[in-house]
């Protein structure tokens, strides 16, 4: 039987209302110095959905945990497969409005940094440089056995030959790349091992029930004590993950300001929390500061 982890959060507390004011947000970013912290609801417009909001796949989907994933060969033909189809949305999926602002703003020297809990590589594909993956990200793989690291497009590759006639339909993707399919979709499906040392292969992203590694948490807590303010965009704060750097600098009496359309775990410790989406609210305050946004690109290859 799949444990579930622990994701859910719910309010124990009155806390204070969303508001659709984006003056105080201006206001920091005019300022400078403002470190950006970004969670799943700013991919959402791009295609990808979140884990908890309107619709969030956590109501039908459990994500893959670090000790079921080492532990189990048949939870590893279950994660690559279902992975492994959801790569080809994830590789189609393009910077929304929100991922290209932030960028501007950076390109401006309004942001003292970037620290995102996805792993979709999308701001660094909007033009944001520096950005630090909290959690890491898609585009690579990392064997267990060996250490090596290698890019997630040439797996791809590898699987689509070993997998010939693997074309199922999903009935959904997830945040962490995850396709919604049944265990008889995927039964027959060809695990592939390290080209190195014949090792276990996985993904370089911090699975749930994994710890991101103490460096990475270090530089992250380094970006909050150096930064004027922290605005968080589209993360419910629900996990420790990133509600720790949110305390953080509440404690070091930071301001904290959050665009997020429901409650988050970290809105008593914030100046605001901005109740609209993303994209229409970055881009206005954007067009407020005399900011362009630049308009998509090409999909990636």
Known sequence: MRMRPTLSWTPTEDLPPGTTDLEPVADALSAGGVLVLSGAGISTESGIPDYRGEGGSLSRHTPM??????????????????????????????????HRAVAAFGRHGLLSGVITQNVDSLHQAAGSEGVVELHGSLDRVVCLVCGAFSARRELAQRLEAANPDFDPVAAGINPDGDADLTDEQVE???????????????????????????ERVEQCREMVREAASLLVL????????????????????????????DQTRGDRHALTRVALPLGRALTAVADRLGIPVDAPDSPRT
């Open 65 to 98: 945990t670090y000790q079921e994933f080492t532990a189990s060969a048949q939870a590893r033909r279950r994660y690559w497969a279902r992975s492994h189809l959801g790569w080809r949305t994830f590789g189609r999926a393009r910077p929304n409005a929100g």
């Open 188 to 214: 027959d499906f060809r695990v592939l091992p390290c080209v190195i040392c014949g090792g276990i292969l996985k993904p370089d992203v911090v699975f749930f029930g994994e710890a991101v590694p103490p």
């Open 234 to 261: 589209g993360s419910s704060l629900t996990v420790m993950s990133g509600l720790r750097f949110v305390r953080q600098a509440a404690q070091a009496g930071t301001p904290v300001l959050i665009i997020n359309r």
